[in-house]
């Protein structure tokens, strides 16, 4: 039998000949634990500074979506001062005109709140017979059974919170205001500013295409999605209007505001047309057309209008902006919804031109 060579204690292993680099190094962890401490210590920023940081924001990203028309103005020897004016005006004038046609019918159903709400609960007495039925179920299956009593309307003051979470206050209006008007006024001195705060000439081109692209999808991206919202108002409109809804005008408006905010400004809408109709219509079946028939709007705008018109120029995956939605949704409330895909374009943007192009890829499946 062979023996093997014993060696003295406390002699050092043999050194391996294979070269294998740890998978995560200690400055790598380092690297990422900072990042990540950095990114929340962000985010609790513009949480807790949202009265500031919202509004100028805004101000950013719509005025980048309003530069092309003061360009345009511009170039009709229009000073950019008097365009940005101009401009501002007559977006707070469409503005106004929807919220005008929103609010008339808003005041008038919630002057008959107690009215609507023993309508509602006389309409919904309909599901008290299931109800009836589950408990009896439940009863008879030795669960313990609900108290048999009829559909109660919840009494909760909701007015004053959700005005309060809906509308800003006017310091951080005016804010907004007067930012936008500057941005507009003194965007191409601050372009330049950008530009030429690089050294190199290649630095220096690589920002002037990041702003270029960025104005443009911004840009139309407004104007496709405000023409788009505004034709989907339009058929909310002679939807309800067919099926005998009142206000029809008001809820065309209110369904073209909504739609500016995804996913979340369409299920509110139908949940809206939903109440509208049980209350408004004498039987559950024609309150119900109108829901129906946005919904069939909604599937058709989402699924072949909307990704036909804007996919081609602005490839956004739908997760991707499902995410953003739900984030920005969370830190700022509606307006965070509403800036959630101009915000993910601008990262996009971001992403493509910062990218190096010889960064390692993925082999292939015939590599």
């Given amino acids: 039998m062979r023996s093997l060579p014993v060696e ?84 707070l004038a469409g503005v106004g005109f929807m919220v005008a046609l929103i609010s008339v019918p808003l005041i008038d159903w919630t002057s008959r709140l107690p009215e609507l709400g023993a309508i509602l609960r006389d309409k919904l007495t309909f599901f008290e017979r299931p109800m009836a039925f589950w408990r009896q179920l439940q009863s008879a299956m030795g669960g313990s059974e609900l108290p048999s009593t009829p559909i109660q309307m919840p009494q909760i003051d909701w007015m004053q919170p959700t005005v309060e979470f809906l509308s800003p206050t006017l310091t951080e209006f005016l804010l907004f205001l007067v930012t936008l008007v500057l941005f ?66 008001g809820l065309g408006a209110l369904a073209a505001t909504l739609n500016f905010i995804p996913v979340i400004g369409p299920v509110v809408m139908f ?22 028939g946005f919904v069939l709007l909604t599937f058709v705008e989402g699924h072949f209008i909307t990704p036909t018109i804007i996919g081609r120029r602005l490839e956004l995956n739908a997760l991707a902006v499902f995410i953003a939605l739900a984030f920005w949704t969370w830190l700022w409330g509606p307006m965070g919804g509403f800036l959630a895909s101009p915000l993910l374009i601008v990262g996009l943007v971001l992403k493509e031109h910062l990218t190096p192009d010889d960064a390692p890829q993925l082999p292939g499946r015939d590599d």
Avoid at 55 to 62: D, E, L, S
Avoid at 274 to 283: A, E, F, Y
């Fill in 8 to 91: 003295p204690a406390g002699a050092p292993l043999p050194d391996s000949k294979e070269e294998r680099p740890p998978l995560i190094r200690r400055t790598e962890i380092v690297a990422f634990a900072l990042v990540a401490l950095l990114i929340v210590v962000v985010i609790g920023l513009l949480y807790v500074a949202k009265p500031f940081f919202l509004p100028i924001v805004t101000a950013f990203v719509v005025g980048t979506m309003l530069s092309p028309a003061a360009t345009y103005m511009e170039r009709g020897r229009i000073p950019r001062a008097v365009s940005a004016v101009l401009i501002v005006g007559l977006a």
């Fill in 271 to 292: 949940v809206i047309l939903t109440l509208v109709g049980i209350i408004s219509m004498p039987t559950m079946g024609e309150g119900l057309l109108a829901p129906i």
């Fill in 184 to 249: 507009i006024a003194t965007w191409k001195d601050l372009r330049r500013a950008l530009v030429m705060n690089f050294g190199g000439r290649d630095a220096r081109l690589r920002m002037l295409r990041i702003l270029n692209e960025i104005e443009q999808s911004l840009g139309g991206y407004l104007l496709t999605v405000t023409v788009i919202n505004l034709c989907y108002g339009a058929a909310t409109g002679v939807i309800c209007a067919l099926a005998g809804m009142p206000n029809p005008a």
